[in-house]
């Protein structure tokens, strides 16, 4: 049989890499996908699958009007450099239509939420919702054996060993034992969850992030896309200038050369565990860690690229230029000896009755800001604040769990024993457990109860914006994301900061070609996803800016590579 060599080649499965392998094939191209581990999907299918994207034609279906000339103004107003950036500009104009054709030629399916609002709700051009766009549940079963290949959630974000949950299913868990409803929808869940299990190693219905990486994946299967895992890259071809192949090998076998005749789309996942260039671009006091999936190639997507002669952004490691997106983490060890890290990103910091306070025992943020600002914060007090304490009663972590302690826990002695959770049956036991000054963490908390006990925060303003309340607790009064914390025991949660993925990369133009220092472009080379330069430029402006521009970026970076024009904007 004649061998045909790919049309392009992709290195990266999550979003971005499956949005670029299956736009190419939708498009006849023969694609050849290497992925360095043995599951498909990446950070995206541990993430929470939203994806932003400005002026999309489903706002309208849930009442949200948006326009271009909005988006570009709250843009503006959140994202250093925006408004004379060209691929900000193709991410705006070309972001419908980019989920228009992916929706046309894939599985891929995609609802507006209604209520998320962008981060920094009182600035101009924001919004209340609609710009985030979550994945539709999808059957695992659609996937056959496949579905072994897909990467698994984070544990401590499925239940029972293995239940996914979604969205809307978190509020009616928390109801089940007051509501009949609730109970109902928790028990249909449940039994749902037990009759999968008789056929799967984990729950089939895909939610958040790993709905979305399923639905590609499914749809690269179907569109003939060649996927190699366990592939190593070793190096890529330049010849004349161009990029011309790609040598890779799998495990002992020594693989081979693919000279694609459009190019290749690096998709890698950016630089977060290459800890010589991530300290680039972030401050000294951050450390290393990271919330996202590490592949553990050898050569990150960057590393392949330079070697090219690629550009790549410029150092910034101040706390207000860093080039990361940031989320506060808890951390415990496995029983693999492995660290893991619980990301503190909407479960529990905005709750009513919680608070941080830093090795002072004093606060030091408003705890509902997003999470990206929530580090900033840390990092501005870095001595103090790092690591932080996020401090809740017996009430609120039955209520609303805190990190990977789940809501109604039946016990917390494994998490005491290890360490994790810190426990005092008086606010002056829990300030000696967690090394604070007694009588300052005492006036803290006893300062925040006075307010709380009336609904308000003086010192910070908690709850005084619509994102901070749509993350509260609706059921809650008068203020959704306050109450006092005054039912012992209490209890505490070291928090430090990581990044959820890196806003540095590899210099691209709006068609996701990679630049060498003259800003010229390398034939032949792409990058998108956290492999380029985020167009966000270090700011975190609403949920979903990293996998919004990942599908973008990922079918710009096809179309182009094979020839194509730019999707209709209309």
């Known amino acids: 049989m004649e061998h045909k060599e790919p049309d392009l080649v992709v290195i990266g499965s999550g979003a971005a890499g499956l949005a670029a392998a299956c736009a190419a094939a939708a498009a006849g191209a023969r694609v050849l996908l290497l992925e360095h581990t043995d599951r498909i999907g990446g950070t995206t299918a541990v993430s929470g699958g939203m994806v932003w994207v400005p002026a999309n034609h489903k706002m309208g279906s849930v009442g949200v009007e948006d326009s271009r000339a909005l988006a570009l103004t709250y843009l503006q107003a959140t994202v250093p450099g925006a408004p004379g950036d060209p691929r900000m500009r193709a991410f705006v104009d070309q ?34 919702g609609g710009r985030v766009l979550e994945p539709v549940a999808f059957d695992g079963r659609e996937l056959g054996g496949e ?3 897909l990467r698994d959630p984070l544990p401590e974000f499925m239940l029972f060993g293995g239940m996914m949950i979604s969205r809307e299913d978190i509020p009616k868990l928390r109801k089940a034992g007051r509501s009949i409803p609730a109970a109902w929808h928790v028990g249909k869940l449940l039994a749902r969850y037990a009759l999968q299990r008789v056929r799967a190693h984990r729950g089939t219905t895909l939610v958040l992030g790993n709905a979305l990486v399923a639905r590609l994946f499914k749809s690269a299967l179907d569109l003939g896309v060649t996927i190699v895992r366990g592939a190593r890259v070793e190096r890529l071809l330049v010849e004349e200038g161009r990029v011309a192949g790609v040598q890779w090998r799998r495990g002992d076998d020594p693989g081979g050369v693919a000279r694609p005749g459009a190019g290749v789309v690096l998709a890698t996942g950016g630089m977060s565990h290459d800890a010589a260039l991530r300290r680039d671009y972030v401050p000294a006091a951050a450390g290393d860690r990271s919330a996202t999936i590490a592949s553990g190639a050898p050569r990150s997507g960057m590393r392949l690229a330079l ?10 490691s101040g706390v207000d230029d860093a080039l990361a997106f940031w989320v506060p983490t808890s951390s415990w060890q496995r029983d693999d000896g492995a660290t893991a890290l619980f990301p503190h990103t909407v479960t529990d910091r905005a709750k009513p009755g919680l608070i941080a306070v830093d090795a002072a025992g004093r606060r030091f943020v408003n705890e509902a800001v997003s999470y990206h600002e929530f580090v900033r914060a840390q990092l501005r007090r870095a001595e103090s604040a790092i690591p932080a304490w996020l401090i809740c009663d017996r009430r609120f972590l039955w209520k609303y769990g805190l990190g990977r302690v789940r809501p ?12 994790y959770l810190k426990r005092g049956d008086t606010l002056e036991a829990l300030a000696r457990e967690i090394g604070v000054p007694v009588e300052r963490f005492v006036a803290t908390v006893t300062a925040y109860n ?11 303003g908690r709850g005084e914006n619509i994102y901070q309340r749509h993350l509260g607790d609706a059921d809650h009064g008068p203020n959704p994301c306050v109450a006092p914390i005054e039912q012992g025991p209490f209890y505490a949660v070291s928090v430090a900061p990581a990044d959820l993925g890196m806003s540095a990369g590899l210099l691209t133009d709006e068609h996701a070609r990679v630049l060498r220092p003259d800003q010229s472009p390398i034939p032949g080379l792409y990058a998108c996803g956290n492999d380029m330069h985020s167009v966000m430029n270090g700011a975190y402006p609403g949920p979903g800016i990293t996998l919004g521009p990942a599908l973008v970026f990922g079918v710009i970076a096809a179309r182009h590579a094979l020839g194509l024009p730019p999707l209709d904007a209309r």
């Open 95 to 128: 972001g419908d239509a980019v989920v228009r054709h992916l929706e046309q030629h894939t599985l891929l399916r995609l609802q507006p939420v209604r209520r998320y609002p962008d981060y920094y709700p009182d600035l101009p051009g924001a919004t209340a």
């Open 147 to 149: 579905f072994a290949h």
């Open 307 to 316: 070697q090219c002669g690629a550009a790549r952004s410029a150092a910034a």
């Open 408 to 419: 109604f826990a039946l016990t917390t002695r494994a998490d005491l024993a290890c360490g």
């Open 450 to 460: 006075l307010d709380a006990r009336n609904g308000r925060d003086t010192e910070f």
